[in-house]
């Protein structure tokens, strides 16, 4: 291996952020003198990566949502493009963001000669399964973070490996107050600002009507990296402002004293289920991104809790379900019902035995070293 081998990570996200850093701390941790670059957020800054184009400025969610984004898209690919073809790095990791990661940057990067590593996969499993031959024609090997994903990857040839999922490192220590806040609600409205500008205000109407029955209750709103504290608040009504509080820290901290959480469907379902924390998963798109996924998506449940699980242990509110008055009322049907609210809490620390160990960024780093080195 070269003295000072080059890496590159591209993360679309805030999540993508999340895991790329937990990955070059764990990449240094191995290998002190590597040269990490990409495209990535905060996170990824703060673990020495040098970042050549902000990732906030690619998330989007939803089909039409990418058409305002596209200047935005097409710079960044272009100051990728211009960063693999000068500085050549000796591999390529991409995280999740298909539509950028595996159209726009793969192919080019194939063309380069550089070699790819896919860590967390698309969700292919779930719709648009023919991502999966250009999968295995771009890339040398898949690493995949669901106990389920390995098994999909393998029946269709490609060359996969299991590392475990990198949010068990983060909850690996977590420990919730002996007697959580029974009044103390978290609202996870995601970390797109279009999807909070859609879910956040009935999100926010839900709690009114929570709170109309239940004067104590409490909401707190954790939010990301990626959106400003003045965007969240100038969405919450002055009626509410008493009510809730604004947290800047990981979800793993945010949960320690809830009790409840209604939550966009993404990551923040499976991090809150590591939590142990009873939730309502909610999902809302415009309506020919949901009119599209309806005909692509082939799996019983949108959140991952429940796909994990291979059942329905959370309730999911999907588009038109999603009212103010259908979250408040699965709020009351989980809460008010010990037996209920205590079965949920059961299952999801099933779900967390089913996930397996912690360490999957340092089984995710030994796994790149290793592709790496079969290069130099």
């Not at 949960?255 to 469907?265: R, Y």
């Amino acid at each position: 291996m070269k003295e000072f081998p080059h890496l590159s990570i591209i993360a679309g996200e805030d999540s993508g952020d999340f895991h790329g850093a937990n990955l070059a701390a764990a990449l240094r941790r191995q290998l002190p003198q590597i040269r990490l670059s990409g495209i990535g957020g905060q996170k990824m800054g703060e673990q020495g990566v040098e970042l050549i184009f902000p990732s906030a400025r690619l998330a989007v969610v939803g089909i039409t949502e990418v058409l305002k984004r596209l200047p935005d898209i097409f710079s960044g690919c272009r100051a990728l493009r211009r960063h693999l073809r000068e500085s050549r790095p000796d591999l390529l990791v991409l995280i999740d963001f298909p539509d950028f990661n595996l159209h726009l940057v793969a192919p080019y990067a194939r063309k380069l000669k550089i070699p790819i590593v896919y860590y967390i996969s698309p969700q292919v499993w779930a719709w648009r399964q023919g991502r999966v031959a250009a999968i295995n024609r771009l890339v040398e090997k898949i690493l995949v973070i669901l106990p389920f994903e390995k098994e999909f990857y393998h029946r269709r040839g490609v060359a996969v490996e299991y590392v475990g999922h990198p949010l068990l490192d983060e909850f690996e220590n977590f420990r919730s107050l002996p007697h959580r806040h029974r009044s103390l609600i978290a609202l996870i409205p995601g970390s797109r600002s279009s999807e909070v500008k859609r879910l956040l205000p009935l999100m926010l109407t839900a709690a009114r009507l929570y709170s109309r029955r239940q004067p104590e209750a409490r909401f707190i709103i954790p939010v990301a990296p990626s959106l400003s504290l003045d965007f969240i608040r100038q969405m919450i009504p002055t009626s509410l402002r008493e009510k809730i509080i604004l947290l800047r820290q990981p979800l793993s901290q945010a949960l320690v004293k809830v009790s409840f959480a209604l939550v966009t469907s993404g990551t923040a379902t499976l991090e809150t289920a590591l939590a142990e924390v009873p939730m309502v998963v909610v999902y809302k798109v415009n309506l020919f991104s949901y009119w599209l996924g309806k005909k692509l998506i082939s799996v019983p449940h949108i959140s991952l809790v429940n796909l994990v699980a291979e059942k329905e242990i959370v309730p999911e509110l999907i588009q038109n379900d999603v009212l103010p008055e259908q979250i408040t009322k699965q709020m009351r049907r989980l809460m008010d019902n010990h037996e209920t609210y205590d079965k949920i809490c059961r299952e999801l620390k099933e779900l967390k035995k089913k996930l397996g160990k912690a360490g999957a960024s340092e089984r995710a780093a030994q796994a790149i070293l290793a592709i790496l080195k079969k290069h130099q």
